[in-house]
T-cell receptor
Framework: DQQVKQNSPSLSVQEGRISILNCDYT??????FLWYKKYPAEGPTFLIS?????DKNEDGRFTVFLNKSAKHLSLHIVPSQPGDSAVYFC??????????????FGQGTELSVKP | DSGVTQTPKHLITATGQRVTLRCSPR?????VYWYQQSLDQGLQFLIQ???????AKGNILERFSAQQFPDLHSELNLSSLELGDSALYFC??????????????FGEGSWLTVV
């Protein structure tokens, strides 16, 4: 069974500091890992992704790290801003033609950035 | 605004009833996805259609069915509703069948409450 888990339901960080959101997966048959951000009353929006053959991908204040041996990925936000307060979902795209564009999501972590 | 339109936004219905959720994808997108988000759960993939054909299937209940019409809009039919079906149902779309994740756009969701 392919599973993606976010074990921390919430995280509170001071503005300007680093936010680190974590995600674990239990199956190696994924070709992409992604982070989505969700504000209340809106659908999830794509934030950043990383290929399974990479270790790191950076986009502005956002960096995703992939540790394949530990089956772990993390999202770093530096510096954190109050506008980053949202629910962050980790997702993984399974390999295989019959998987289409299917994504497997974690349960989400609610990030609160305090001014 | 992601360009994905879902109706209705909110729906309250009784157990045993049947409802239909509607989704219009972004202009030009051929794939439509349906996800279910229950309380305290991540988004669970239900099904994907590509250009009218079923492309990938998740753990969609037999009481649920979906289809994609020639104009590419999609409907998710939920029948014999149970209290546990209460959830937020997201539709998403992408241009191709095997989207890499960064080209999948989500609608704002349809809130279904079964009483």
């Amino acid at each position: 069974d392919q599973q993606v888990k976010q074990n921390s339901p919430s995280l509170s960080v001071q503005e300007g500091r680093i936010s680190i959101l974590n995600c674990d997966y239990t199956n190696s048959m994924f070709d992409y890992f992604l982070w989505y951000k969700k504000y209340p009353a809106e659908g999830p929006t794509f934030l950043i992704s990383i290929s399974s053959i990479k270790d790191k991908n950076e986009d502005g204040r956002f960096t995703v790290f992939l540790n394949k041996s530990a089956k772990h990925l993390s999202l770093h936000i530096v510096p954190s801003q109050p506008g980053d307060s949202a629910v962050y979902f980790c997702a993984a795209k399974p390999l295989g033609y019959n998987q289409g564009g299917k994504l497997i999501f974690g349960q989400g972590t609610e990030l609160s950035v305090k001014p | 605004d992601s360009g994905v339109t879902q109706t209705p936004k909110h729906l309250i219905t009784a157990t045993g009833q049947r409802v239909t959720l509607r989704c219009s994808p972004r202009s030009g997108d051929l794939s439509v996805y349906w996800y279910q988000q229950s309380l305290d759960q991540g988004l669970q993939f239900l099904i994907q259609y590509y250009n009218g054909e079923e492309r990938a299937k998740g753990n969609i209940l037999e009481r649920f069915s979906a289809q994609q019409f020639p104009d590419l809009h999609s409907e998710l039919n939920l029948s014999s509703l149970e209290l546990g079906d209460s959830a937020l149902y997201f539709c998403a779309s992408s241009p191709v069948a095997g989207a890499s994740g960064n080209t999948i756009y989500f609608g704002e969701g349809s809130w279904l409450t079964v009483v």
